[in-house]
């Protein structure tokens, strides 16, 4: 079975530019969380969804930052404008009901400049 | 308090020797889960093995077991027979509440970084 597909892998880009980052969830997962993973802070939980219905999104940052679930199989996190302390690893994971084990993708390293 | 904590930022250990890497938590909620990720250079996070509250064996996976002692707050992870790929970040996460719908939020520690040598 595929696993939790993040895109971009890497992302490199200039303060004050839009960025999208995007996940697949595992198919018929129904919780999809998105995490942040600094040196400095650890890994932080941002927001996490409940069949397509954000639960929880006390760990954003700021409303520079933005989340969607449009559908079950597809989610972005959106920056605007980026700042260079946003620079982390994104990561996204999915679960199957609320007792089972978050799988993680892949991460998106983002630098911002 | 920190909610989990992971004592040992490093350890070493020997080919085929087995390790165990600390964890303690904390929480109030009767209900709750453990769980060990893994994370090598590569960066991705895998994971390795849960225990829940309710268990009452103690959880294993493989080369991977989990002495959960309830009184004492503690999930140990042991990795028996260690090889060279198991040099990673390891880090132990809890999550609260499920029973009583308190969210699905995996709260981390702060990890331990295992490195394994001939």
């Known amino acids: 079975d595929a696993g939790v597909i993040q895109s971009p892998r890497h992302e490199v880009t200039e303060m004050g530019q839009e960025v999208t980052l995007r996940c697949k969830p595992i198919?018929?997962?129904?919780?999809l969380f998105w995490y942040r993973q600094t040196m400095m802070r650890g890994l932080e939980l941002l927001i996490y969804?409940?069949?397509?219905?954000?639960?929880?999104d006390s760990g954003m940052p700021e409303d520079r930052f933005s989340a969607k679930m449009p559908n079950a199989s597809f989610s972005t996190l959106k920056i605007q404008p980026s700042e260079p302390r946003d620079s982390a690893v994104y990561f996204c994971?999915?679960?199957?009901?609320?007792?089972?084990?978050?799988?993680f993708g892949d991460g998106t390293r983002l630098s911002i400049l | 308090a920190q909610k989990i904590t992971q004592t040992q930022p490093g350890m070493f250990v020997q080919e085929k020797e087995a390790v165990t890497l600390d964890c303690t938590y904390d929480?109030?909620?009767?209900?709750?889960?453990l769980f060990w990720y893994k994370q090598p250079s590569s960066g991705e996070m895998i994971f390795l093995i849960y225990?829940?509250?309710?268990?009452?064996q103690n959880a294993t996976e493989g080369r991977y077991s989990l002495n959960f002692q309830k009184a004492r707050k503690s999930a140990n992870l042991v990795i028996s027979a260690s090889q060279l790929g198991d040099s990673a970040m390891y880090f132990c996460?809890?999550?609260?509440?499920?029973?009583?719908?308190?969210?699905?939020?995996?709260?981390f520690g702060t990890g331990t970084q295992l490195k394994v040598e001939l």
């Open positions: 225990q829940g509250s309710y268990d009452q």
């Open positions: 994971a999915s679960s199957w009901g609320s007792n089972q084990p978050q799988h």
């Open positions: 198919s018929g997962h129904d919780y």
């Open positions: 969804f409940n069949n397509n219905v954000p639960i929880d």
């Open positions: 996460a809890m999550r609260e509440g499920w029973l009583t719908g308190g969210g699905n939020k995996l709260t």
């Open positions: 929480t109030s909620d009767p209900s709750y889960g």
